[in-house]
C-alpha cells in the first residue's frame, strides 16, 4: 500500500494528497504518517510548498470529516433507540436511558474530544460518527476538525521536510506511537465497559 500512495503524491501531487488524506478520513487503515511525512520529503525536491502541503492535507480532512458526520447524522439518536429496542439491546443490556446518557455526555464534554481526537490514529477519524449523531453544531465540528488537523498535519509535514531521504525512520518513531496510543485506549476501553456494566448491576438490584 506504501508504494501505491507514493506512485499517487508523485503523480498527483497536492490533488493526491488531498485525496488520499480524505479517503484516510473514512478508511482509517489507511496510513496518513506515510502521506504527510513523504509529503514533507517531497517539498525538498519538487515544486511542493510545507504551506501547499499542510492545506491540501487539512482539506482532505476536513472533507473526509464531513462524510463520516453526515453518516453519524443518519444514525441519529432516534434510530438508535429503535435498535436497542430490539434484540442487540437486550443482548447487550443496553436502555434508551444508555443513549440519552452518551449523548448529553457528548453534548458537554465530548464535543472537545473532536479536537483533541486529531491526533489519535484511528480515533481521529471515527469521532467525525458520534458527533454527527449527537447532531453537533456543524461550524463547531468544522473548526475543532480544521485545528486539529491542521496541528497533526503540520507536524507530520515538518518532520518529513527535516528527514528528508530518512523520512521512513521517522515512520518507525510515529508507527510507535499509534501502537502504543492504541494499547492504551483499548484498555482504557475495556475499563469503561467493566465500569458500565458494574454500575448498571448495581442499578438492576
Not at 502521506?35 to 491540501?56: C, D, E
Not at 435498535?83 to 436502555?95: A, E, P, S, T
Not at 458520534?130 to 476538525?145: D, Q, V
Request: charged share 20%; with cysteine; hydrophobic share 50%.
Amino acid at each position: 500500500m506504501q508504494n501505491i500512495i507514493i506512485d499517487i503524491m508523485n503523480h498527483f501531487g497536492y490533488f493526491g494528497i488531498f485525496l488520499l488524506i480524505a479517503v484516510e478520513n473514512i478508511f482509517p487503515p489507511i496510513p496518513s504518517e506515510v502521506i504527510l511525512l513523504f509529503g514533507g520529503f517531497m517539498t525538498t525536491y519538487t515544486k511542493l510548498s510545507i504551506v501547499g502541503v499542510v492545506i491540501a492535507a487539512t482539506l482532505g480532512s476536513v472533507a473526509g470529516a464531513i462524510v463520516l458526520y453526515y453518516i453519524g447524522k443518519i444514525l441519529n439518536k432516534d434510530r438508535l433507540k429503535k435498535i436497542v429496542r430490539g434484540k442487540i439491546g437486550k443482548i447487550l443490556r443496553l436502555k434508551e436511558t444508555d443513549i440519552d446518557k452518551a449523548d448529553a455526555w457528548f453534548d458537554t464534554k465530548g464535543q472537545k474530544t473532536v479536537f483533541f481526537c486529531r491526533f489519535i490514529p484511528i480515533v481521529r477519524s471515527l469521532i467525525s460518527i458520534p458527533a454527527g449523531m449527537s447532531e453537533m453544531n456543524l461550524k463547531k465540528f468544522l473548526i475543532y476538525t480544521t485545528l486539529g488537523s491542521a496541528i497533526w498535519n503540520v507536524v507530520l509535514t515538518i518532520a518529513g521536510s527535516i528527514a528528508s531521504k530518512n523520512w521512513e525512520k521517522v515512520l518507525g518513531f510515529f508507527d510507535q506511537y499509534s501502537h502504543i496510543v492504541m494499547g492504551l485506549l483499548i484498555i482504557i476501553f475495556v475499563i469503561f465497559i467493566i465500569t458500565f456494566y458494574k454500575k448498571k448491576r448495581k442499578q438492576e438490584v
